[in-house]
């Protein structure tokens, strides 16, 4: 991210970057060589989304980085009337991804943010899980003018998988069922299904959504794996009209109260390899 985000700056001299005091050390170099563009404004969300809308509406592209919380939630307002309102883009990254800051509770923790930023009209949300994707999404949206929404892990996938804007991926071919699977659970639905006789449906983005990618399997039963809110994705498998089958494997819409790794949410909410293998598999022969 830090690579592809550089460049741009370096490169471009309509752009510009803001921090919200996280990613100070990362950005050090930016900070010092464009003072004029990239800036650490602290700990005041809001306001930077507004300072980032202001310079947009005059012609320079701004990123935001912060932590997915603060600025999904807490910049909310500003997101919706600076940017979509206003009809102008901009790229938001963020970090801590759904409780990658397993540790420091719950005002850190953002399964959320997807449904949260879904209900923006116009305002793209991206989910990449390796360095690679994001920069091949940053490339294809960062100067569309439209408002973009990068949502990064700390827990990266292993398996890089090459990827098209907006485009599902097919990951493997099967005839009991389909596994729509998004972000970071990518390897842990690859371990999981291994052995089963399914198909592998892999996304990178929320919005755009791929219809198309599934319209071909709606024949068959379906299983949503995500790290996001159960019911993310009502809205647009209720448009496909789908006519099988459906097991969604989320995180629960609950109050995340526990503390511990993210290894210790995941045995906890059942996203383990093991667990969601158990689940796609009881799934599977439900008649």
């Known amino acids: 991210m830090q690579k592809a985000v550089s460049e741009m700056i370096a490169k ?13 050390w990362a950005f050090r170099d930016l900070l010092v060589g464009y003072p004029r563009r990239v800036k650490n404004i602290g700990i005041f969300e809001p306001g930077t989304i507004s300072i980032a809308a202001g310079l947009s509406l005059s012609g320079i592209t701004p990123i935001v980085y912060g932590i997915s919380p603060f600025i999904v939630q807490r910049a909310l307002e500003q997101l919706k009337l600076d940017f979509v309102y ?11 991804a759904s409780y990658d ?30 360095p690679g994707q994001f920069t091949c999404l940053f490339k294809a949206c960062a100067k569309n003018g ?19 804007f907006g485009k599902a991926k097919l990951m493997k071919q099967g005839k009991m069922g389909t596994v729509a699977v998004w972000a970071e659970m990518l390897d842990a639905v690859i371990g999981a299904c291994s052995n089963l006789d399914v198909s592998i449906l892999y996304f990178t983005s929320a919005v755009p959504f791929d219809y198309e990618a599934l319209r071909s399997y709606m024949d068959k039963k379906l299983v949503l794996c995500h ?41 906890e909410l059942s996203l383990t390899p093991e667990a969601i293998k158990n689940r796609i598999q009881n799934f599977l022969i439900q008649p």
């Open 12 to 24: 471009d001299p309509l752009t510009s970057l803001f921090l919200v005091d996280i990613g100070v």
């Open 86 to 96: 206003q009809k102008t883009g901009g790229n938001f990254i963020t970090t801590g």
């Open 101 to 130: 800051f397993s540790t420091l509770g719950y005002s850190h923790y953002c399964p959320e943010d997807v449904m949260t930023l879904k209900t923006l009209p116009g305002f793209e949300v991206l989910t990449p899980a390796t």
């Open 146 to 164: 439209v408002p973009s929404y990068f949502r990064m892990t700390d827990y990266c996938n292993k398996n890089e998988v090459h990827i098209d």
């Open 227 to 267: 790290p996001f809110y159960e019911g993310t994705f009502s809205d647009d498998i209720q448009k496909l009209g789908w006519n099988s089958d459906i097991c969604e494997i989320a995180v629960p819409k609950k109050v995340l109260r526990t503390y511990g790794t993210k290894g210790d949410k995941d045995i």
